[in-house]
């Protein structure tokens, strides 16, 4: 398909590798200012709700999606669960940010709208909607639903926490290579405790977020985190998703292309076999979508 213009993206061609049917972006942020907004307004972004995120399903060519709650709309999920109406209750899922006060009954609707995970972004503690504290009794919580806990955490924070993270029951998420910096991503300590932790079953890992720590950045083809998601791609083939990160917020000054993002897994994840299996049987199971497409209007 011919490119074209997406809000938070470089580039308007489409990716040289052609996406499977059922194809998931496991890692999208939807910015409504249609609904309540936290925090800074500069973490607001505009011409980023679901619908904008349609045009670039359309120039990537996925299918199915995962919104996931960004901390400028704090604890309120409202706008997750009205992306995920908007992008098709079929094709959709969400993963909402809670604090450990949340009602059963509240979990319950969560569930219903098509949450299956909570996210706790510690990255940045200082701007966070959580803490440490939370990520215990709040995963015991959301287990009972079969929900899974997503970790954007750094990696001295992942090795610092190595006890509480083996404690955790379900199925934990690790954001965007598990942030293990680059170019020794391999010989840091939270390598060892992820590592061990995907020995359990129960561990995923997203394959996202190249730019993040990335010292070849897009003109070197992030070349650099070939080494680290090869390693992830031979550990736990069956445990990992792909997400794209639109619309890209940690990227201000100058938004990646993403038809280079999608075009980087070919390079993470060479045998076409994997690539279908990150890209739509991982995701179907990790976020319960149906077996087959539901052909209803996504309106």
Known sequence: MSGHEVPHSSGTHAPAARAPALACDAHIHVYDRGFALVGSPDA?????TAGDYRLLQRRIGTERAVVVQPRVHGTDNSVTLHAIRVLGAARARGVAVLRPDVGDAELERLHAGGIRGIRFTLYTAAQAMTDFSMVEPLAHRVHQLGWHVQLHWSAAQIAAHAALLARLPGTVVFDHLARLPLPDALSHPAYEVVSRLLDNGRTWIKLSGA???????????????TSVARAWVRQAPERLVWGSDWPHPTERAAKPDDAQLFDLLSQWVPDAAARHRVL????????????TANPENPE
Do not use: E, I, K
């Not at 607001?44 to 980023?48: C, G, N, R, S």
């Not at 990335?214 to 650099?224: E, P, T, V, W």
């Open 211 to 225: 730019y993040l720590d990335s010292r070849a950045g897009a003109r070197g083809g992030y070349a650099d985190t």
């Open 280 to 291: 739509v049987d991982n995701p179907a199971r990790l976020y319960d979508f149906p077996a």
């Open 44 to 48: 607001m972004l505009d011409h980023a």
